[in-house]
C-alpha cells in the first residue's frame, strides 16, 4: 500500500513571469526582506529564486523564445505558476490524472536547481498552470 501523494504536497514556490528579474528580484529584496538563495541560467531563461520563511518567488527572464517569452507576449509578466513539492512525482502525477486533471509533461523533466518537475495544463485545474516539484 503506497501513502496518498496528495497528503505530502508541500507549497514550493510561485513563479513569475517578468522581462526583468533582476529588477523585480531588487524590488522584492525591499518590498518584502527575502533575498536571493539561487540564480541560474536554464534553457532560454534566467532563473532568480527569491527564498522567503516558507517557500520561493521564482523570477523567470526570458532570453529568446520559449514558453515564458510567449507568455509575456499574451499574458503580460505576472504569476505563471504555482509550484508544490512532492515525494514522489510519478505517483502525484498519476493521481492528478486520476483525478481528471491532463498532464503536460506525461513523465518528470529536469528543471531549475536539477530538481524533476512536471506540469499540470491549467484547463484542467481552473485556469491555474500547477507544476510537481520532486527536490
Not at 540564480?39 to 534553457?43: H, L, N
Given at each position: 500500500v503506497h501513502a496518498d501523494p496528495r497528503r505530502g504536497m508541500r507549497f514550493d514556490h510561485i513563479g513569475v513571469a517578468t522581462d526583468d528579474a533582476e529588477g523585480l528580484a531588487f524590488l522584492y529584496e525591499d518590498l518584502l526582506g527575502c533575498s536571493i538563495a539561487h540564480?541560474?541560467?536554464?534553457?532560454e531563461l534566467k532563473i532568480i529564486f527569491?527564498?522567503?520563511e516558507n517557500g520561493y518567488f521564482e523570477l523567470l527572464?526570458?532570453?529568446?523564445?520559449?514558453?515564458i517569452a510567449r507568455y509575456l507576449d499574451e499574458q503580460g509578466g505576472g504569476i505563471h505558476h504555482v509550484a508544490l513539492e512532492t515525494d514522489d512525482?510519478?505517483?502525484a502525477l498519476e493521481t492528478a490524472e486520476g483525478a481528471g486533471a491532463d498532464a503536460i509533461d506525461t513523465e518528470p523533466r529536469r528543471g531549475a536547481w536539477g530538481h524533476e518537475v512536471a506540469f499540470l495544463h491549467p484547463s484542467s485545474t481552473g485556469d491555474v498552470l500547477i507544476d510537481f516539484v520532486d527536490h
Open positions: 540564480e541560474e541560467r536554464f534553457e527569491l527564498e522567503l527572464e526570458p532570453h529568446g523564445d520559449g514558453a512525482i510519478e505517483r
